[in-house]
C-alpha cells in the first residue's frame, strides 16, 4: 500500500550544507499551472510547481482526461494529510481497503529542497524505500498536507533528530564495534534481546552523547532558513522532507482540507463517508 511514512532515510542531496531558496522566489508565478479540486467540503485551488515538470504535465494530463474525477480521498489521518488518486476508488464498496492499486507507471523522483512539507503542499505517493530505493513516485496518488503548527524550535530539532536517525544509529553501531567498546557492546546486546527498556534508554542516551562530535562533523540534513520560519510559521509534517516528492501548493481552499480530515474513518483511515473529487485545470503553465 502506498502509504505516506515517517520513514526517512540519510541522503546526502539535502545536506544542511546546501543553499535553499523559497519556491515564490524560483519561480514566476504567473507562469504556473493552476488546477480545482473540487469535494462535498469545499474547492481546493492548487499551483502546481514548475521546478517539479514530470510531476506537474502528468498531473495535468491526468485532470484533463477526467482519470480523477468521482475518484475518493481514500485515506485521511488529522494533523498528517489527506490522501487520494487509487484508480479503484471510484466504484469502491464500503470497508474495502484502498490504496494498491495504482496506473502502471511511476514518475522519477523530483525532490527538491526548495519544495517542502509545510501545511498545504500537494505531493506524490509512493511505495516504501524497501521496495522502492530510487523513491520514484505513484504515477496518480497524491495527498495534501495538513501537518500540525506552527511548530517549536525544539519540534524541528526532534524532527531532525528523527529524519538522521539512520545515521545516528550507524555512527552508534560503528562505535560499538571498537576493541574499547567490547563490554559496552556486550551490555548493549545484552539488554536489548532481553528487552530490558530502562537499562537500554539509559545506554541509549550515553552513546547519543558520545557521537555527537563525529556526528556534527558528519554531512546530515538539517533545515533550511526558509523550512523553518515556514514551519514555525504555519506548520506541517517536516519528517518527509527529502524522501517524497512536493509538486504544488494549495492557494486557496485549506479550510477544506480541515474539514475533511474531521470525516470519521474506519480502523484502515478510510472515511466512513465516500468523500470524492473532481479535478479541473483552471490554467496550464506556459
Given at each position: 500500500m502506498k502509504k505516506i511514512t515517517g520513514l526517512i532515510l540519510f541522503t546526502l542531496l539535502f545536506s544542511g550544507t546546501m543553499l535553499s531558496k523559497n519556491i515564490q522566489n524560483m519561480e514566476d508565478t504567473s507562469r504556473t499551472a493552476l488546477v480545482l479540486i473540487s469535494t462535498q467540503y469545499g474547492d481546493i485551488k492548487i499551483r502546481l510547481s514548475n521546478l517539479t515538470p514530470l510531476h506537474r504535465d502528468n498531473f495535468i494530463k491526468l485532470a484533463q482526461k477526467g482519470f480523477y474525477d468521482s475518484l475518493l480521498f481514500h485515506r485521511i489521518i488529522a494533523g498528517f494529510m489527506i490522501q487520494g488518486g487509487d484508480p479503484t476508488s471510484k466504484h469502491a464498496k464500503q470497508f474495502v481497503v484502498l490504496g494498491d492499486s495504482d496506473i502502471g507507471y511511476t514518475i522519477p523522483a523530483e525532490i527538491t529542497p526548495n519544495l517542502f512539507h509545510k501545511r498545504g503542499m500537494l505531493c506524490a505517493a509512493r511505495d516504501g524505500d524497501d521496495v522502492n530505493p530510487t523513491r520514484a513516485s505513484s504515477g496518480c496518488q497524491f495527498y495534501i498536507t495538513q501537518g500540525r503548527g506552527p511548530?517549536?524550535?525544539?519540534?524541528?530539532?526532534?524532527?531532525?533528530?528523527?529524519?538522521?536517525?539512520?545515521?545516528?544509529?550507524?555512527?552508534?553501531?560503528?562505535?560499538?564495534?571498537?576493541?574499547?567498546?567490547?563490554?559496552?557492546?556486550?551490555?548493549?546486546?545484552?539488554?536489548?534481546?532481553?528487552?530490558?527498556?530502562?537499562?537500554?534508554?539509559?545506554?541509549?542516551?550515553?552513546?547519543?552523547?558520545?557521537?555527537?562530535?563525529?556526528?556534527?562533523?558528519?554531512?546530515?540534513?538539517?533545515?533550511?532558513?526558509?523550512?523553518?520560519?515556514?514551519?514555525?510559521?504555519?506548520?506541517?509534517?517536516?519528517?518527509?522532507?527529502?524522501?517524497?516528492?512536493?509538486?504544488?501548493?494549495?492557494?486557496?481552499?485549506?479550510?477544506?482540507?480541515?474539514?475533511?480530515?474531521?470525516?470519521?474513518?474506519?480502523?484502515?483511515?478510510?472515511?466512513?463517508?465516500?468523500?470524492?473529487?473532481?479535478?479541473?485545470?483552471?490554467?496550464?503553465?506556459?
Open positions: 511548530l517549536t524550535d525544539n519540534d524541528l530539532k526532534l524532527y531532525e533528530y528523527r529524519i538522521n536517525k539512520k545515521l545516528r544509529t550507524h555512527l552508534k553501531d560503528s562505535l560499538l564495534q571498537t576493541p574499547e567498546y567490547k563490554a559496552t557492546n556486550e551490555k548493549y546486546q545484552h539488554y536489548k534481546s532481553n528487552k530490558i527498556t530502562d537499562s537500554l534508554m539509559l545506554l541509549e542516551k550515553t552513546l547519543d552523547e558520545k557521537i555527537n562530535p563525529v556526528y556534527i562533523l558528519t554531512p546530515h540534513y538539517t533545515f533550511s532558513p526558509e523550512q523553518v520560519q515556514a514551519y514555525k510559521k504555519v506548520g506541517g509534517t517536516p519528517h518527509l522532507d527529502g524522501s517524497y516528492t512536493v509538486f504544488g501548493e494549495v492557494l486557496q481552499g485549506m479550510e477544506a482540507v480541515d474539514k475533511i480530515t474531521e470525516a470519521n474513518t474506519d480502523s484502515h483511515d478510510r472515511p466512513l463517508e465516500d468523500i470524492r473529487m473532481k479535478v479541473t485545470v483552471l490554467r496550464n503553465y506556459q
